[in-house]
């Protein structure tokens, strides 16, 4: 029984550590497609890429802007509001989230009607709606920029986009916030009319999944256009729900929290109002921040596959994979196919889109492929790979002696007559192998295994 116990334990902290090698760096060098595989792909470039990027920082930062930005924000929704007739809603749903904190609440709504008061008349107009919509769109920049920086994205919406978009924003966003407001609300009221009293829970329950299915779409809307590049609308959907559901959980928890201040801490419960505030809002960019990633990490997985052996590739292989990655463009013209891309010699043959991307970038700097526009669908500028060669001409030795030759060379002054015995037995074996791979056409090489 002893001599059993030690031989379990060791064989269990053995599966262990197997398993959790596997899972933080063997997964990368797993080529297979399985949800499993995916699924423990992107939880780990999730993790890596929420440390690695500092966003705990990144959601102080814009819950300070946040702060800043609360009561130029309530002024315009409750402006929009005052036009619909329903800013009496937007108070009693503010109530309703922050129970304990009416006294709060009517010092805030306070400083709005006096801010409005401020920005509607005078010569200050202008420079109140100045003021307004610079808090509002340098908010919206930070976030922008966060997306950008968990997108590895260095060039974001230029001047003109900015204004435009997030202007935009501004003014739809609180549109359909009021909007949501009063669905819920009708919603609300029409089911106990028309249901019974017995089902008024049920209809309780509808009305709140009503609202998290609009945290839904928010959250997804939101992960799909504020990032300065192309979201697959399937990866945010997935990362909306997630954060929605957490934003929904923390938002129960926070209203929990002031039943509890009001309950316990009355004393103290108005002046715990802004330290909460700050911790909500923290929470609540930590969300999003990490929904963003989430949704980054499940597009991206394929671009970290292998990632520490690209990194000390060797360049005989490296330069073996430029040649398939070729002649998998020149085959596929031959055939007559659609022009095939990145992704889909990635997803197809099993090579990392990073290696992918690096060849076709190679072959186009030495003149051997050309991205031409997919025929049918000019409106996306969706684009694929095509020889850049006759592709019944190019020879094995022409592909191999651009690849040689791509990049500076003969910059170092007098090399070649310091070393001009050894260069002179170098180029003698290149011309030996160029010679005689000039008669190997990449046609005639047979089809590869994944076709």
């Known amino acids: ?262 309950k316990y801490n009355a004393i103290y419960g108005s002046v715990a109002f802004l330290p909460l505030l700050l911790i909500w809002l923290q929470f609540v960019w930590l969300i999003t921040l990490a929904g963003g990633v989430l949704c980054y990490a499940s597009q991206s997985i394929y671009e970290f596959s292998f990632s520490a052996d690209i990194a000390h590739i060797a360049l005989d292989y490296r330069r073996k994979i430029i040649i398939s990655v070729y002649k998998i463009i020149i085959d596929n013209f031959i055939a007559q196919r659609q022009p095939i891309d990145e992704v889909s010699i990635a997803y197809k043959y099993g090579i990392p889109i990073s290696l992918v991307t690096r060849a076709v970038n190679e072959l186009a700097d030495c003149r051997l492929v050309n991205r031409v526009i997919i025929a049918g669908d000019q409106r996306r500028q969706s684009s694929g790979l095509a020889p850049a060669l006759d592709p019944t001409e190019i020879s094995l030795g022409l592909v191999i002696r651009r690849l040689r030759r791509n990049g500076t060379t003969n910059f170092i002054p007098d090399f070649d007559q310091k070393f001009a015995t050894l260069v002179a037995e170098i180029d003698s074996v290149e011309t030996m192998t160029y010679e005689a791979a000039d008669k190997i056409l990449l046609k005639d090489i047979p089809s590869l295994a994944a076709e």
């Not at 595989?37 to 819950?63: C, E, G, P, W, Y």
């Not at 590895?152 to 204004?163: L, V």
């Not at 106990?192 to 299915?213: C, D, K, M």
């Not at 929605?244 to 009001?262: D, E, K, M, P």
Request: aromatic share 12%.
């Open 1 to 262: 029984m002893n001599s059993t116990t030690p031989s379990r334990l060791s064989r269990l902290i053995s599966f262990l550590s197997e398993k959790w090698n596997y899972c933080s760096e063997g997964v990368w060098q797993d080529t297979r497609h399985r949800w499993s595989v995916n699924l423990i792909k992107t939880l780990n470039l999730s993790v890596r890429s929420f440390m690695d990027r500092d966003l705990q920082s990144q959601a102080a930062a814009m819950t300070f802007q946040t702060v800043l930005a609360i009561v130029p924000a309530l002024a315009m929704l409750f402006a929009i509001g005052r036009g619909f007739g329903m800013q009496e809603i937007l108070q009693s749903q503010l109530f309703t989230y922050f129970p304990a904190q009416r006294e709060a609440l009517d010092t805030a709504f306070q400083f709005v009607d006096s801010y409005l008061k401020n920005t509607s008349g005078g010569i200050f107009v202008g420079i109140g709606i100045a003021f307004l919509l610079y808090t509002l769109i340098s908010l919206l920049d930070s976030v922008e920029g966060a997306f950008n920086k968990i997108w590895g994205i260095k060039r974001g919406r230029s001047f003109f986009r900015k204004i435009t978009d997030y202007t935009a924003i501004l003014l739809i966003l609180p549109i359909l916030l009021l909007c949501s407001s009063g669905i819920t609300i009708l919603m609300s009221t029409t089911l106990e009319s028309a249901l019974p009293s017995r089902l008024a829970p049920a209809a309780a329950w509808l009305v709140e999944i009503a609202g998290i299915v609009v945290l839904w779409i928010f959250y997804t809307g939101v992960y799909m256009l504020v990032p300065n590049t192309h979201v697959k609308f399937r990866n945010a959907l997935v990362a909306g729900i997630l954060a929605g559901t957490a934003f929904a959980i923390l938002q129960w928890i926070f209203v929990s929290g002031q039943l509890y201040v009001t």
